[in-house]
């Protein structure tokens, strides 16, 4: 268990930076579906982007599994327990998924996924239309999971900022080395 009562900076690091990643692509995804001008531009950004977010999601369960987070405050509820952990594992589920089932999606559609520099990754599903048509919608509504579970996680970790005041919230935003500022 992590002694510090903070994450590790690999831990603090790739949370930043993917929380900023999913946000974009988020943002990326409605666009995609809204826009029919910049559907191609946003496209060529989706799926680079989720590979990287597929990749760092790795790297970041790897690192979870190595270095386990702090522990939750010992009065805080049972259920917020339950509800944090089962939240963490939701978005870990997430990252994992969303990724495979676009990369999943195209390839069953017959779509190449092309990344930046006109490198093409292998098809991972066969060629079918009705898988295609069973992967599209599951993306989608995946995608809505994902949304409302990072605004649930948002909402949670300013309850713990602003409300609690317990700690929860500067364990992964800041270090907890001396001197660190507030």
Avoid: C, E
């Avoid at 191609?40 to 790897?62: F, K, N, S, Y």
């Avoid at 979870?64 to 939701?90: E, G, M, N, T, V």
């Avoid at 978005?91 to 195209?106: D, E, K, N, R, T």
């Amino acid at each position: 268990m992590n002694r510090h009562g903070h994450f590790d900076a690999l831990a603090r690091m790739l949370h930043w930076l993917m929380a900023a990643m999913i946000l974009a692509m988020l943002f990326i995804g409605a666009g995609m579906v809204v826009s029919l001008a910049w559907r191609p531009t946003l496209l060529d950004l989706h799926r680079p982007l989720g590979l990287a977010i597929l990749l760092l999601a790795i790297v970041r369960l790897v690192n979870r599994l190595r270095s386990p987070p702090p522990p939750l405050p010992a009065d805080l509820p049972a259920i917020q327990k339950r509800a944090a952990h089962a939240s963490h594992w939701l978005l870990y589920g997430l990252m994992l998924a969303m990724p495979l089932i676009g990369w999943s999606m195209l390839s069953a559609g017959g779509y190449p996924v092309v990344l930046f520099g006109g490198v093409h990754l292998p098809a991972i599903a066969p060629h079918s239309p009705d898988l295609y048509a069973l992967l599209r919608p599951a993306h989608t509504v995946l995608a809505y999971v994902l949304f409302a579970t990072v605004l649930g996680h948002l909402g949670a970790a300013l309850f713990h900022a602003w409300v609690r005041r317990d700690g929860v919230f500067s364990s992964m935003a800041r270090s907890g080395k001396t001197g660190a500022r507030p």
